[in-house]
């Protein structure tokens, strides 16, 4: 049973940074893509960030290039969302998925992701 789950959220003061952690269980990574999503009140969930696993290519969105970094750790069937100069809009459940794809480049839209985490809260406020 494939799972994901997310930490490192918190309470973070404007103009912050926070590392968040998602760890998969119940698989291999090398042939899945991760992303980073999150999810305001009323509003859409968001794609932020993927990559690719076994290649660790990367796609982010365009809005979030410059502070946002993705990485991973195959050993630690880990990955790792960093973002810094955070703002109080940045406030969200943030979430981590997967996908099986032999595709290059990883999608940021929610269409491929089949699995999902629970979640974690990160609220940005002084």
């Known amino acids: 049973q494939l799972q994901l789950g997310e930490s490192g959220g918190g309470l973070v003061q404007p103009g912050g940074s926070l590392r968040l952690s998602c760890a998969a269980s119940?698989?291999?990574?090398?042939?899945?893509?991760i992303g980073w999503f999150r999810q305001a009140p009323g509003k859409e969930r968001e794609g932020i960030s993927c990559?690719?696993?076994?290649?660790?290519?990367?796609n982010t969105a365009e809005s979030l290039k410059d502070r946002v970094t993705i990485s991973r750790d195959n050993a630690k069937n880990t990955v790792y969302l960093e973002m810094n100069s955070l703002k109080p809009e940045d406030t969200a459940v943030y979430y981590c998925?997967?996908?099986?794809?032999?595709?290059?480049?990883?999608?940021?839209?929610?269409?491929?992701?089949?699995?999902w985490g629970q979640g974690t809260q990160v609220t940005v406020s002084s």
């Open positions: 990559i690719r696993l076994n290649s660790g290519s990367t």
């Open positions: 119940g698989f291999t990574l090398d042939m899945y893509a």
């Open positions: 998925a997967a996908y099986h794809t032999n595709i290059p480049l990883c999608s940021i839209s929610r269409r491929p992701y089949i699995y």
